[in-house]
Every structure is written in structure tokens, then in C-alpha cells.
Nanobody, 124 residues
């Protein structure tokens, strides 16, 4: 079992960059594939990015592809999500999730553990 804690959210302006962190504890981080999701008010939780166990494979949603980088440091039990050129529509609570299944996991139901989320607000 792993406990996840996100940080790095805040209020930023459109065009800025932001890096979110997700720290895992309680179990070796390398046992888990990691995904980032976000949820805006009144909307369903949506997939943002995914990184494989060792970090060799990544994938992104179309909404952030080309301006986002997901990475991880298993020695530090930490995953990161950097988003550049932030847009107002990126405003949401961002969650990291950990799962034990192989492959690119884009559905929330395929993850086993979730953090509490960190708010990102982008102003125009």
C-alpha cells in the first residue's frame, strides 16, 4: 500500500509554467505506475498523463500534449508533472494516482491509490 501526497499547486497566470509533485510513502515507488488526473468543478475526473514503472514510457492527453512533461524519480519516491503555457481551462484539482497494472492506464478505475489533490488555478 502506498500513500500519495501532491504539492505544487497554486494561483498562476495564463502562460506560466507549473510543476506538481507527488510523493509516495509506505511502499517502494517503483512498484507502481503513476498517473496524473484533474477535475474541474462540475466535470468528471479526466486523464492528464501517465508514466510507467521505470519511467521509460509516458503518455499524455491531447489537452496537454506538447506542453507537459511527466517524470519520476523512484529513488526519491516522487513523480512530477510540469505543465507549460498554462491556460485558464487548465484550472482544476490535480490528483496523482498509483496503480499496479502494466500498460498505459487512462481510466481512473484502473488505479489503486490516490492522493488528496492540489488546486491549480490559472487566471487570465
Amino acid at each position: 500500500q502506498v500513500t500519495l501526497v501532491e504539492s505544487g499547486g497554486g494561483l498562476v497566470q495564463a502562460g506560466d509554467s507549473l510543476t506538481l509533485s507527488c510523493v509516495g510513502s509506505g511502499s517502494p515507488f517503483s512498484k507502481y505506475t503513476v498517473g496524473w488526473f484533474r477535475q474541474a468543478p462540475g466535470k468528471e475526473r479526466e486523464f492528464v498523463a501517465h508514466i510507467s514503472f521505470g519511467g521509460g514510457s509516458t503518455s499524455y492527453s491531447d489537452s496537454v500534449k506538447g506542453r507537459s512533461v511527466i517524470s519520476r524519480n523512484n529513488a526519491e519516491n516522487t513523480a512530477y508533472l510540469q505543465i507549460n503555457s498554462l491556460k485558464v481551462e487548465d484550472t482544476a484539482v490535480y490528483y496523482c494516482a498509483a496503480g499496479t497494472r502494466a500498460g498505459t492506464l487512462v481510466r481512473p478505475s484502473t488505479y489503486d491509490y490516490w492522493g488528496q489533490g492540489t488546486q491549480v488555478t490559472v487566471s487570465s
